[in-house]
């Protein structure tokens, strides 16, 4: 069964810092780009980094730029999100998702097969 599942979320005070996990089973996470989202309550989902299967070439959103890294382990068949200096409008529940050999990567919430459960992201002091 394919299956996505983030962990890693938690309460953060602004300027801290959390690594996001997405593991995968299932499947072998090498051949598949991965794509992190998020969504705060009241708002749209929001792409906002991926990394492309392969060679592993990375994208972010200009609002992340600078504060998320996005990597991946394929012998533990994990993607990380790590983020730093968190702000209150890091706020939301994080998403990873997968498809099968993407080459380029982009955060197209469609273009996606698999999805995760998603993990709640709060910074607030």
């Known amino acids: 069964q394919v299956q996505l599942v983030e962990s890693g979320g938690g309460l953060v005070q602004p300027g801290g810092s959390l690594t996001l996990s997405c593991a995968a089973s299932?499947?072998?996470?090498?051949?598949?780009?991965i794509g992190w989202f998020r969504q705060a309550p009241g708002k749209e989902r929001e792409g906002v980094s991926c990394i492309n299967s392969g060679v592993g070439r990375t994208y972010y959103a200009d609002s992340v730029k600078g504060r998320f890294t996005i990597s991946r382990d394929n012998a533990k068949n994990t993607v990380y999100l790590q983020i730093n200096n968190l702000k209150p409008e890091d706020t939301a529940v994080y998403y990873c998702?997968?498809?099968?050999?993407?080459?380029?990567?982009?955060?197209?919430?469609?273009?996606?097969?698999?999805w995760g459960q998603g993990t709640q992201v709060t910074v607030s002091s």
């Open positions: 299932g499947f072998t996470l090498d051949y598949y780009g």
């Open positions: 998702a997968a498809r099968r050999n993407m080459d380029r990567c982009a955060v197209v919430a469609s273009w996606y097969h698999y």
